[in-house]
């Protein structure tokens, strides 16, 4: 399996661990098949997350798109943030093999956990106005949508 200088990288060197005290959202994913788990936290001011961090248990590649998807989103609006797709997570990573893209699956489910949490927490409807356009049409994310608010 070769992975790209950028996995590796984010593997040795990785980005925003730990976690937030007070967060405004946590989100946890797992994968039981391969045993990986991603726990993602954010701090939102002003519709914007300006603090986020991570903890992964698993394989390198877990721990590297935990760590990028942390920088993908970190500055950005809410709305941008539910715009992360695994297919961003690849492309910033410069790509994973293809028996590690379940790994960026996560990483874009454990952020979009994170901040259905924090509309949960702060009572915010979610609804079509609060989506972009991609999570509208995801159907997946409507499901979950659908069972937070349940």
């Known amino acids: 399996m070769l992975y790209s200088e950028k996995v590796m990288n984010h593997f040795h060197n990785p980005r925003n661990v730990g976690e937030i005290e007070n967060p405004s959202g946590v989100g946890e994913v797992g994968n039981a098949r391969c045993g990986d788990i991603m726990k993602v936290y954010i701090s939102v001011k002003d519709d914007i997350i300006t603090d986020v961090k991570f903890k992964t248990f698993g394989c390198g590649a877990a721990i590297a798109t935990s760590s990028i998807a942390t920088e993908l989103i970190k500055g950005k609006n809410v ?72």
């Open 79 to 150: 709305k941008e943030a539910l715009m992360l797709s695994n297919k961003a997570v690849i492309e910033a990573l410069d790509g994973l093999p293809p028996i590690k893209l379940h790994c960026s699956v996560l990483a874009e489910e454990a952020v979009k956990a994170a901040i259905f949490d924090y509309y949960k927490k702060n009572n915010i409807i979610i609804d079509e106005e609060n989506l972009p356009e991609k999570c509208k049409a995801c159907g997946s994310c409507c499901q979950t949508l659908d069972d937070k608010e349940k």
